[in-house]
């Protein structure tokens, strides 16, 4: 079993910060890729940020320059520090990992947190 479990989020006014936390935790032998997606009422769900486990970054253009991803391995744990809150980054952030089980037959398999929202709002 693999959870993953999200911290932060919350109300922030536009043009505010907020960070995100989401820590793995199970049995994890290791990760390679974890993100960050957003999902948004009446939007599709889209990914915002990904780190690979060498700590190569990608981001979705309309968060490029104001959000930062992270990831501490030691931990398990990916960040996402975003600054420069708009309303339209209001959505709820689901984390993503891709982990490899301890377990046999040890094949990787994509996990998901339970999503935290964030609000930008004045």
């Known amino acids: 079993q693999v959870q993953l479990v999200e911290s932060g989020g919350g109300l922030v006014q536009p043009g505010g910060s907020l960070s995100l936390s989401c820590a793995a935790s199970g049995s994890i032998l290791s990760i390679s890729t974890m993100g960050w997606y957003r999902h948004a009422p009446g939007k599709e769900r889209e990914l915002v940020a990904s780190?690979?486990?060498?700590?190569?970054?990608n981001y979705a253009d309309s968060v490029r320059g104001r959000f930062t991803i992270s990831r501490d391995n030691a931990k398990n744990t990916v960040y996402l520090q975003m600054i420069s809150l708009k309303p339209e980054d209001t959505a709820v952030y689901y984390c993503n990992a891709l982990v490899q089980p301890r377990r046999p037959p040890y094949l990787p398999a994509n996990y998901w947190g339970q999503g935290t929202q964030v609000t930008v709002s004045s």
């Open positions: 780190i690979t486990g060498a700590g190569s970054t």
